[in-house]
């Protein structure tokens, strides 16, 4: 089928989708979970042919381990799918609403955004997550993987689309991009004649691209340039296992701590306990003249370290003369994700989480707490750094618009 | 100052707007209203330049209309800097939040967007309504208007900004873009490094110029292609007085009725009265062969013409054949602005405002109340006609962003 007549398709499902019940698509759901486990065989002979292609093309062997499917991993996308059942249908909410004093009765509903398109990379356990999402927030949903992943893909598409459709959901309320080719995706950021939205997931390249190349909308979840600003009156202590913490526990993802900014009067005392603490983590660390001076086997920190999300064990550390130049620190090089501040002091902790400009600041807590799941509000479509429609992590509520619906008795305007 | 440098200088005052009180906030707007009135008559002179400069170039008596100044409408715009002074601050309120399980205290706070470009065509008026919403916001703002206007709106533009700064808010809160070039625009639109979101406001040409070319998220307020349908169970005098309402009190704006839809079944009794009435009033009329059978006067409707947003005293009319019928007729040609339903079936109702995919939906009451101070919320940016961050009236909210504050104990992630 041709792009824009896929595109086309979506939007008539949009629109059936918008009065669908709960119920039916609970059930679509928990069908999807229930093909995905009955054809895992058929599902890993798939990745199979991807996986063939991408250890043949030379593929790392971190990127083949996302790659690869197995009968445990269909398992766990299937719960993801169940899990979205479990979690509360956001469609038909009133968010607010009034009568006014003509006697208008004014409401404002949550309703579902329409045709949602997903750009995303390797993993394919994404399709599911994302499918599955967008369809229990009453959308249409329009994937486009990586190519790496293209078998996988299409053979769970085609396992959800089915069980979608038999469930009652309208033809065409999950479908994929199968040819992955720029060009194709690049007429796709420019459907929005169709699309409501594009979410990009996946690195800064591939935003980057997508904000220049979209007239659809986008909301994206691009990279975490995180730090911990260790305020003079800190709590030691608890200032290291937090450091350690937002550092090491899992390195790769997006809230994992990039920057270690330390305020000069506890300097001399804090760093050479956590520094070590940090070496005996495995952690390699850069530090500015200052902390260099303090503790002398640190790499030299340059200006492009204070802009780098490592994804690993490294780590910058630099020392600053006050509050206020940790957070004009954070504000210059981060990438408004999320952000703490260790201190006993009642002032300082206020005048951080106003001043830092970000989607989650930390008072005494790992930044590692950013994540759908930890907040709440169940799965999340990824963590949103841009300021517009959501900020933070997107789970359902992101997946949805609002209408106003005014119930009147004959009121026209004066 | 150069285009870029300007951005940079409203960045860092949008740091600073940050953590700015409501009372400075307010003081500002309150002295730039003074600054205006005080110097209508050098705003007067301004806006001459500006008018004789139209007048050469052929403009038309509307557009010279909405271009000009007089004392009476300077003093129209201090005040509704004023009443934007009496709105409250939408700065802080906290949207949401619980204790997690693990003693994080976890709030949603609303805070400014950070700095807005404002794209906009003629009429002075939009530039001190702007100015004033986006600061009360607490945000930093540029103004980018049309070149027929650059005379008044660099007068307003420099009182504003000096009222502002004098009154304690930050070098660079408010400024504008005196190069009214069509590559200088391009550029602004791509200054997502410095820039939040972009709201252009005029004619669906400028949208579309701006959906295309912008790297920067855009909040568009387009036209609106408005409907009111007469159900069969309508009460018919109702039904009249309400479309008359929609089509006539102010033909130009975008909440105006463009088509009327008659179910068939009342078509007969209804439409001769109708079209009796809108002839009485003025409205040239277009129908589908069904309506041209009953109302033998009537132009014939083309599919143009379901499209066309007339902003004049012209109207398309059609019969369908049920509710459904009309429900696809909204969704396929309307612009998801404002659509009403006239009937006395509670079901009809129920699923008019569940089927129809708008911004506002209304049951027996006119189209023409779609607008931020009639739904209580004060001043407007303009009419969200898309999905995300904000559908319908643009108040001082849908400047805002949040963040997540998070309060800790030393918590770590397991």
Redesign the interface.
Known sequence: MGLENMARQAKVAS?QM??ISTAIKDNALKAAAKALRDNYLKIVEANKKDMEAAEKAGTSSALLDRLMLNKQRVEEMAVSAEEIVSLKDPIGEVVGG?K?ANG?K?SRVR?P??VIGVIYEARPNVTVEAASLCVKAGNAVILRGGSSANHSNKILVELISNACISAGLPQGVVQMIEDTSHQTADKFMQL?KYL??LVPRGGNELIKAV??KA?V???WAAAGNCHTYVDKDA?QD?AI??A???KC?RPGVCNAMETLLVHKDIANDFLPKATSEMKANGVKMYGDKKAQAIVSDLSKATEKDYYTEYLSLELAIRVVDSLDEAIAHI?KYGTGHSEAIITDDYSS?QTF???V??????????T???DGG???MGAEIGIST????V??PMGLEALT?????????????Q
Chains 1, 2 share one sequence.
């Open positions: 629109m918008m009065t009034s006014l208008l004014l309703v955004l329409g929005d409501d939205v904000v220049e007239t909308p986008v909301l709590n608890m296992d937090i350690i913490n937002a526990q504000n902790a989480t106003e001043g400009d970000a989607a989650a600041v930390y008072v005494n807590a790992s590692r707490f950013t930890q907040f709440g841009q300021k517009l429609h900020r933070g618009s609002t209408k106003y619906v005014i119930y009147g008795s004959g009121q026209t305007r």
